[in-house]
Structure formats: structure tokens, C-alpha cells
């Protein structure tokens, strides 16, 4: 019998409608709300775990270079956590390859560790089903648990390690609804405060963090019947000001945590004049100077052009993506 198993998965990256922002319970990674997203297709990570049953110290490499420190120690802790369920015991060397920038608020924990729950859990012999799958994504990165699905997906908050997981939102299925998001790439560098400190920060600290937080149950209903009918208007209405208010949230944090930049804002203008043009298109902000514009397929390059004259930075478009899968089995 071969010493070494291994396999490797794909996840995409998703982006929030309603955001995940805050945790009740940081040891589990529970939320203090459910949230939303949709995956996107041209955004994945690709991931190959392999074990040995040789001691030692786990071996990482993101983008072909190393990871060390707390980075390293968080993929290890994941691990094993896979480790102890499956009754595993041996080293693993883990690849991963990003098609998006690492830390900048695009989202790429999400498809990390969505991609890293399925590959360690199938190279480690567990058959997880996709709740199953989800939940174990969620104890890597809370956003993670959203990347399992494809289209969109709904992180039920839960109240326990077994009632939060997500599943799948279902949408209205006509050719007419292809809402994509044109990702306007204001800056790429690495964010200054981790998204997992802003919120720490965020909900220690900001009078405005439980009006948010209660706020955002009536926007995931309204959101859900949005998908549910195909209604890009509305879907992109609640998602701006989800957004927004999540914003406002970490503003009044103390000290205050900002990720929007002058030229951030640009974009938003520019926005707002396509609405006054008569164009659908919603904006979206995580925690990065980055904006992700909603709208229509047919409007994509008419967006991208209006981003270009604001602020002159790429875009990528991109639409709904596919469910995380194994490309290589053990
Ligand atoms: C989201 N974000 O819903 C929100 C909106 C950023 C803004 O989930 O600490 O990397 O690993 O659970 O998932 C980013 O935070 O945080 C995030 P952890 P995560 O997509």
C-alpha cells in the first residue's frame, strides 16, 4: 500500500450580496448573521493536498512560493482538524495556485479554503456531503462555507458547529437573468488589517455594529425573493446598501478601519451616473478598495468602460460559477 495519498479540488471565489461580518463564536467561526453570495466563474483557486504518514511539519506553497508564520499555522490548524476526524496522523505538503490576488478583498479565502476542505477531506478518506463539506469549509474561513456552491448560496448563521453551513439559493432560470459583476481592480496590494481583525475590531468596538447586524435579516429575504424572480434591480438595490452599511459598521469602529480609497469612491460615482443613464448596475465593496459592479451581461462592457474613464484601472468580468470539485481523486 502507497505510504502517500493525495487529491486536488477546485473552488471559486464568491462575493457577498448580504455580508458575513462579525463572529458570535471565533473559536467556531459562527456568525452573528446569515449572508449571501454568488460564485463567481473567472475567480478560482486550485489546491492539492497530499499526505504522508511521516512526522513533521506540514509544507504550504501558495502561487509556488512557501507560506510561513501565521499564514502556515492556519492551514495547518485546518489540517488538523481533518487529521483528528479522520484518524490520520503524517505530514501534508498542500499547493495552492490563485487566479485572484491573495488579501486584497477579492475573496480569495473563500475559494482557499473551500478547496482545501474538499481536497484534505477526500485525500484524508471522508465522504462529506456538501452541508457536511461546507461546514468543515467554514472552520478554515467563514466565506469559505459559501464557496461549496455554485451559483448563489445562503450561510444559514445557525447556533452551533452543526446548524452553520450553507446551501443553495435557487434562482430564477431564464437567459434573461445573467447578472455578472464586472470586478473594477482599484488595488491590488495586500489590505493592512485583515479582514478577520476589522471585524474582531468592528464588533468589540462599533456603536453601529447591532443595527447593522439587525438590519440584515430583512435584507436576506428580500434578497432571496430577488433571486428567486430574476430581479436584478432589487438584488443589486440591497446589495449596495448591505454594503454599504457594513461600511458604516467598521467607520465607527474604534479606531475606525476604512478600506475605500479616493479612487474607490471614483468608481462609485461613476456608478451612480450609469443609474442616471439608465443602465442596472448595483455596486458591491469587501474588505478592500476594490468594487465589484452588478449588472446585466449585455452591460458588462458598457460598466467597464465607465470604470475606465473614472479611475483608468483593469476589470474582469465575471459570471455566475460552478460548485467546488475534485479534478484529482486519491
Ligand atoms: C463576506 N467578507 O461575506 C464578507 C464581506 C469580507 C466582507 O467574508 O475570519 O476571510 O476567515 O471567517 O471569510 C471576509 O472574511 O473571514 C469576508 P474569516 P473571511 O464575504
Not at 139 to 161: E, N, P, Q, V
Not at 257 to 280: H, I, K, M, Q, W
Request: aromatic share 6%.
Amino acid at each position: 500500500m502507497s505510504a502517500e495519498v493525495q487529491a486536488t479540488a477546485i473552488a471559486h471565489v464568491n462575493m457577498a450580496l448580504v455580508k458575513y461580518w462579525g463572529k458570535r463564536d471565533p473559536e467556531l467561526f459562527l456568525p452573528w448573521t446569515s449572508s449571501l453570495s454568488m460564485t463567481l466563474d473567472a475567480f478560482w483557486t486550485t489546491t492539492t493536498v497530499r499526505f504522508s504518514t511521516e512526522a513533521g511539519e506540514d509544507q504550504v506553497k501558495l502561487d509556488g512560493a512557501p507560506v510561513a508564520g501565521e499564514q502556515q499555522r492556519r492551514v495547518s490548524r485546518f489540517l488538523d482538524l481533518v487529521r483528528s476526524r479522520a484518524g490520520r496522523t503524517g505530514r501534508a505538503v498542500v499547493d495552492s495556485t490563485n487566479t485572484v490576488p491573495t488579501g486584497a478583498g477579492l475573496a480569495s479565502s473563500s475559494s482557499a479554503f473551500a478547496a482545501l476542505a474538499l481536497a484534505t477531506s477526500s485525500a484524508c478518506g471522508l465522504s462529506l456531503d456538501p452541508a457536511a463539506l461546507s461546514r468543515l469549509a467554514r472552520r478554515g474561513s467563514g466565506s469559505a462555507s459559501r464557496s461549496i456552491f455554485g451559483g448563489f448560496a445562503l450561510w444559514r448563521a445557525g447556533h452551533d458547529d452543526e446548524s452553520s453551513y450553507a446551501e443553495p439559493v435557487p434562482a430564477k432560470e431564464d437567459p434573461q437573468f445573467d447578472p455578472v459583476m464586472v470586478v473594477a481592480l482599484v488595488d491590488t496590494g495586500h489590505k493592512t488589517v485583515t479582514s478577520r481583525d476589522a471585524m474582531r475590531r468592528t464588533v468589540e468596538t462599533s456603536p453601529l455594529f447591532r443595527p447593522w447586524a439587525d438590519s440584515a435579516a430583512a435584507d436576506l429575504k428580500e434578497m432571496q425573493d430577488a433571486v428567486a424572480r430574476g430581479d436584478l434591480d432589487t438584488i443589486g438595490e440591497v446589495a449596495e446598501r448591505n454594503a454599504l452599511g457594513m461600511h458604516a459598521t467598521m467607520l465607527a469602529a474604534r479606531p475606525a478601519v476604512r478600506y475605500f480609497t479616493p479612487n474607490t469612491v471614483a468608481v462609485l460615482d461613476a456608478v451612480l451616473e450609469l443609474r442616471r443613464a439608465g443602465v442596472s448596475a448595483y455596486y458591491t465593496m469587501d474588505a478592500g478598495p476594490n468594487v465589484k459592479i452588478l449588472c446585466h451581461r449585455a452591460n458588462a462592457d458598457v460598466v467597464a468602460a465607465a470604470v475606465d474613464a473614472a479611475v483608468g484601472c483593469p476589470t474582469a468580468v465575471a459570471g455566475a460559477g460552478p460548485a467546488a470539485r475534485l479534478v484529482v481523486r486519491p
